[in-house]
């Protein structure tokens, strides 16, 4: 079983940074799609960002040159860096795994909270 631990979140003033920190417990295979997603009060949870095994990523068009999704140096650790945020950046953020030909597998949230 595979289980997902969020860090970083926080409140933080507009034009500032925070980096989000995703560990996986358990086998997440060495093919994998790893991402962010968040959920503001009253709207749908959408996607943030993600990163595939090869590398590539793809981003939220109201993210694109403000945040940035990498995998870490250890094993099944991925992040988002946050820079430029804004107060609509509000949201409990939540990082994903899918890893090849399984189930998507969800952390429990970290609330990112940003002041005008």
């Known amino acids: 079983q595979v289980q997902l631990v969020e860090s970083g979140g926080g409140l933080v003033q507009a034009g500032g940074s925070l980096r989000l920190s995703c560990a996986a417990s358990g086998s997440i295979g060495s093919i994998n799609t790893r991402g962010w997603y968040r959920q503001a009060p009253g709207r749908q949870r959408e996607l943030v960002a993600v990163?595939?095994?090869?590398?590539?990523?793809n981003y939220a068009d109201s993210v694109k040159g403000r945040f940035t999704i990498s995998r870490g140096d250890a094993a099944n650790t991925w992040y988002l860096q946050m820079d430029s945020l804004k107060p609509e950046d509000t949201a409990v953020y939540y990082c994903a795994v899918t890893p090849y030909g399984r189930t998507t597998y969800w952390g429990q949230g970290t609330q990112v909270t940003v002041s005008s």
């Open positions: 990163i595939f095994s090869g590398g590539t990523t």
